[in-house]
């Protein structure tokens, strides 16, 4: 079964369409599901896949050329891009806009700075063993 088979998506009502099969996209590049070169699926496959309109996979193509992920060869298809800072950069808005929210939510929570940074620290032990970094040491 390939990726495009297997990638089923609930839609958040609240976020365009367009934008979270982008962001797809852009985790399954950064994961590594998706590799320098790969052709993807044509619009009308991908919308067929994943039930939605075609104008709504159009607009998403035009998303990730715009933002470099992919780029099109007349002819032959889509392709993801084989620019080698293009997954750095990606990963670090996604972590951006992750770090984003959490810390937003947190703080509408009434949480400070501190209990933020305790609360994290604390997930992360617990999620990832001894792995975690203070809190503390990134405040030098």
Not at 54 to 80: A, C, D, H, P, W
Request: with cysteine; aromatic share 8%.
């Amino acid at each position: 079964m390939s990726l495009w088979e297997k990638w089923k998506m609930a839609f958040d009502d609240r976020i365009p369409i367009y934008r979270q099969i982008v962001l797809q996209f852009n985790r399954a590049y950064v994961r590594g599901d998706l590799r320098p070169g790969d052709r993807i699926p044509s619009i009308r496959e991908i919308s067929a896949n994943l039930q939605v309109n075609t104008n709504t996979m159009q607009r998403v193509y035009q998303e990730m050329e715009r933002s470099g992920l992919v780029s099109s060869k007349r002819g032959t298809g889509y392709f993801i891009t084989e620019e080698k800072n293009m997954i750095t950069d990606i990963r670090r808005n996604l972590a951006s806009s992750s770090l984003e929210r959490f810390a937003e939510e947190m703080r509408a929570l009434g949480c400070d700075h501190r209990e933020i940074m305790d609360e994290l620290e604390k997930y992360l032990a617990s999620t990832a063993g001894n792995n975690a970094v203070s809190a503390t040491e990134g405040e030098n």
